[in-house]
């Protein structure tokens, strides 16, 4: 199973920009599907974004389409989340996450269920 660990969080200005980086230990990394999810404070864990394992197939929340990009670098077990436009309701802890299941046959990859690994979570504050 891999570990993950974020980084890339912090407190920007409404408008800006930032990358989440998830970096995966473990050699099978390049066979998980891998996931963004975020929670802000009261709330549940809410599905961000997702990617394949070969990266050729993603999927969004319809609330971030347009503003996020999900992207990963196998050959440096890596895994990223570019956010633009930046929007105070974007504050929240977010969770990299893998999964070793078929997400995409049925699109599945919503529910935090489906995956089971999970970073320690980075914070983003956005600031009004």
Do not use: H
């Amino acid at each position: 199973q891999v570990q993950l660990v974020e980084s890339g969080g912090g407190l920007v200005q409404a408008g800006g920009s930032l990358r989440l980086s998830c970096a995966a230990s473990g050699r099978t990394f390049s066979s998980y599907n891998m996931g963004w999810f975020r929670q802000a404070p009261g709330k549940g864990r809410e599905f961000v974004a997702a990617i394949s394992w070969r990266g050729g197939r993603t999927s969004y929340a319809d609330s971030v389409k347009g503003r996020f990009a999900i992207s990963r670098d196998n050959a440096k077990n890596m895994v990223y989340l570019r956010i633009d436009s930046l929007l105070p309701e974007d504050t929240a802890v977010y969770y990299c996450a893998g999964s070793t299941y078929n997400l995409w046959d049925r699109w599945s990859g919503s529910s935090p269920s489906r995956y089971n690994a999970w970073g320690q979570g980075t914070q983003v504050t956005v600031s009004s």
